[in-house]
């Protein structure tokens, strides 16, 4: 793109604009990578007559989707072991695949994953990539390649952990490869990884609050996912996962964590003081039979919380609107009132509590001038849309990711027509078969991914220990 049509003003229009107060009848100009203007349609076609303009008067324009935590390291995984329990699925599943997932898996399984996560409204893919260090060179700078590649904006961390033996000095040499290659790209930044504090021995997870501090660096951490996490934690510290974190001084760091379905009162209580942001995701804690996370209690105390899709392995759909769906549901259903959270307050989580929880709301999750021109257009013209009575009803319970007909991300279109632009579909579906088979194999998985190798419901399955669970 050249710097002459940089400058160029894009008006995106739409029925409803979906700005801190929605438009009706309202529109976004964007310039470069930057919004420049928001407000009603007449107003900025009269300020801006020789703009392009695209959406229509029927179409929905709202920020991007902020997913605040997933995988790509399971992008090839999805649709097996799902009859599995947290604990059990990462020995029989996760564990199995780690010394296999190389840098092909690395950047295949991204493009899979950040296709679908572009097709439903994603615009900021908060990554932890779960793999064992290779002898042959680093791993997770794939990922940040094919995210410059999507034109998918990251947050990039890999999951580091050193129980059974893992060298810790080749953990921290992976860090560090994966912070090079994202200081170097225009989409991504760089978070610390911990994929799960029982999973780093006490020198590990030292050094890894150390790397994140004293670099100025965030974290991602997955955080009292299960119940067992909690008790392991207490036998082992005489403290619950949160108490520890706070004892230890991880939360000096800005700190993401994902899941924190099993949280107390008190642990809730450390996170609004530390302004611990939390990553809700719904579907994959169904799907693992993990519970429902006490979102309206979290919110209450002021600590931001945004969706996540999680991984391609515990979730499968890589969907955001399915998430953003079924959390507003989970919370109704948990709490047993059609009160427990809104349209609006499922909207809000989706994109400025997302930006919050990852301490970038100066830069995404609002349709607000001097943002990055991070933005979604759904399609009106068609029968799902037809009828948009409220805007925030008709994105949360209504539109499917075929409603998403365009992206923006950076200023830059990464879905036109309804279709990923910077990358063919067919051609990633096809060069990543043949890796996936590969995979499956060399990792022993194929009674996991044959249908006649799963057990008939109410048979028994192999567990793991708890000290087995060293994240993903």
Known sequence: MSAASEERVTLLRGAWVMAPEPVRDGAVAIRGNEIVAVGRWTDLRAAHPDADVRGSAHDLVLPGFVNTHGHFSEGLLTGIASHFTLFEWLHALIEQVKPHTDARVARLGTLVSGIQMLRSGITTANDMFVTDPRPEGPVTPAVVHALDQLGLRGVVSFGAGDRGGRDIAAQFAEHEALREAAAASRLSTFRVGIGAVPGQSEEMFGRSIGYAVDGGHGVHVHL??????????????????VEHCAHEGLFAAPTLAAHCVWVDRNDRALMAEHRVGVAHNPLANGILASGIAPVAEMRQLGIDVGFGVDGAASNDAQDFLQAIKTGAILARVRDQQ???????????????????????????????????????????????LASVHDPYQAVVFVAGSREVKEVWVDGRLSVADFEVVNVDPREVARESRPVTAELVTRAGLGHLSALAGQPRPGTATPGATRSEAAGR
């Open 224 to 241: 009292q996912e299960v119940r067992e996490e909690v008790t392991a934690m207490r036998t082992a510290h005489g403290r619950t996962t």
């Open 338 to 384: 059609a009160t427990a959270m809104t349209a609006r307050e499922a909207f809000e989580i989706a994109t400025i509590g997302g930006a919050r929880a990852l301490r970038m709301e100066d830069r995404i999750g609002s349709l607000e001038v001097g943002k990055l021109a991070d933005v979604v257009v759904l399609d009106g013209t068609g029968p799902t």
